[in-house]
């Protein structure tokens, strides 16, 4: 995969009726697939105390967080309403180069902070609930 700049990572939230939202200028975000193994090791494993794991994978989750801006009242009232009411709206992270993940997703957290003179600051955390779809962009396997 080519260099990509940070801010090319895009996370969107879809308002309603499949209308996907570009959620604020994000200053900083990351993305984490993690695929969890499933340990056999027992005391009397026969690996003298190394791990053995099954050759499948037991969980896989996706979780995405960032900080920014909100420029985009939609957005900004989607997550609240998110948090707010424990809702899981559809979410879009769109990997420049490499694929578009669209998953439901779990508002883990947000917060809000500022200073007096300086716009509100948003941070968030959302991690996926069910199945992940993954589209490959233009040009690139899956």
């Known amino acids: 995969m080519a260099k990509q700049k940070g801010r090319d990572l895009l996370l969107k939230i879809d308002t309603g009726g499949g209308t996907f939202v570009t959620i604020g200028g ?8 993690n695929n969890a193994v499933v340990d056999l ?3 009397d494993s026969v690996f003298g105390g190394v791990l053995a794991y099954e050759g499948d994978y037991s969980v896989q989750s996706f979780e995405v967080s960032g900080a920014g801006l909100w420029n985009d009242d939609s ?8 948090v707010i009411g424990q809702t899981k709206p559809t979410m879009q992270v769109i990997v420049p180069g490499l694929a578009t993940f669209q998953f439901a997703a779990l508002f883990a957290d947000e917060a809000f902070s500022g200073t007096h003179e300086n716009p509100l600051d ?8 069910g199945q992940v779809t993954v589209t490959a962009n233009a040009g690139v396997g899956a």
Do not use: D, G
């Open 26 to 33: 994000m200053r900083a975000r990351s993305m984490k697939i």
């Open 41 to 43: 090791t027992t005391s």
């Open 75 to 82: 957005a900004a009232n989607a997550a609240y309403n998110a």
């Open 122 to 129: 948003f941070s968030l955390t959302i991690k996926s609930t």
